[in-house]
């Protein structure tokens, strides 16, 4: 089956550091850029930030409320990707997606999502 | 950045009603332009990408149309499971943005 599953949310205090993994299984995952989408409790969605393939030397690119804090990483071998989050504050608190670009740029996979909660 | 703003963000309508949401670029991005749905506690879903062209298994009643700063998403007939919310997403330029949403409710 092609999926995305999100793993590593929870409870942290502000100032803290979490970890999010996100596995893919299904298809070629070491074929497409993937990006980490975030959604914080009855609002929005907001783009986080991109990790490019080999080809294109993983490049990442963030969005600037997060550069510097948050690192985006994959390891192609065993078809995962990773948000190492740092300096966590409680605007960080959302629901934490990963999705695969489409070779026709969109979104066309995602995650089911993983909560991460940043409080004292 | 590029901003995105979706109007209406709220939308009353009934089944059988015919819905357009509007999402306009702050810059011009060509076709880059995406549009998705997403239903409470669940993931967003890929309705249309390059303005207009349908995702795969996405009802014919959804289309896209627009280019540069000005685009729109029709539902043609409002069916029951079309109750949700609605997103555009541009993907011309770094970072990557998407509007504020337009919550589709039953009227």
């Known amino acids: 089956e092609v999926q995305l599953v999100e793993s590593g949310g929870g409870l942290v205090q502000p100032g803290g550091s979490l970890r999010l993994s996100c596995a893919a299984s299904?298809?070629?995952?070491?074929?497409?850029?993937m990006d980490w989408v975030r959604q914080a409790p009855g609002k929005g969605l907001e783009w986080i930030g991109r990790?490019?393939?080999?080809?294109?030397?993983?490049?990442?690119h963030y969005v600037a409320s997060v550069k510097g804090r948050f690192t985006i990483s994959r390891d192609d071998s065993k078809n995962s990707l990773f948000l190492q989050m740092n300096s966590l504050k409680a605007e960080d608190t959302a629901v934490y997606y990963c999705?695969?670009?489409?070779?026709?740029?969109?979104?066309?996979?995602w995650g089911p999502g993983t909560m991460v909660t940043v409080s004292s | 950045d590029i901003q995105l703003t979706q109007s209406p963000s709220f939308l009353s309508a009934s089944v059988g009603d015919r819905v357009t949401i509007t999402c306009r670029a702050s810059?011009?991005?060509?076709?880059?332009l995406a549009w998705y749905q997403q239903k409470p506690g669940k993931a967003p879903k890929l309705l249309i990408y390059?303005?207009?062209t349908f995702q795969g298994g996405v009802p014919s009643r959804f289309s896209g149309s627009g280019s540069g700063t000005d685009f729109t998403l029709t539902i043609s007939s409002l069916q029951p499971e079309d109750f949700a919310a609605y997103y555009c997403?541009?993907?011309?330029?770094?970072?990557?943005?998407f509007g504020g949403g337009t919550k589709v409710e039953v009227k």
């Open positions: 999705a695969r670009r489409a070779p026709r740029d969109s979104l066309d996979l």
């Open positions: 299904g298809f070629s995952f070491s074929d497409h850029y």
């Open positions: 990790v490019t393939y080999k080809a294109d030397s993983y490049t990442t």
């Open positions: 810059q011009g991005i060509g076709s880059f």
């Open positions: 390059l303005a207009s």
């Open positions: 997403q541009q993907l011309d330029t770094y970072p990557l943005t």
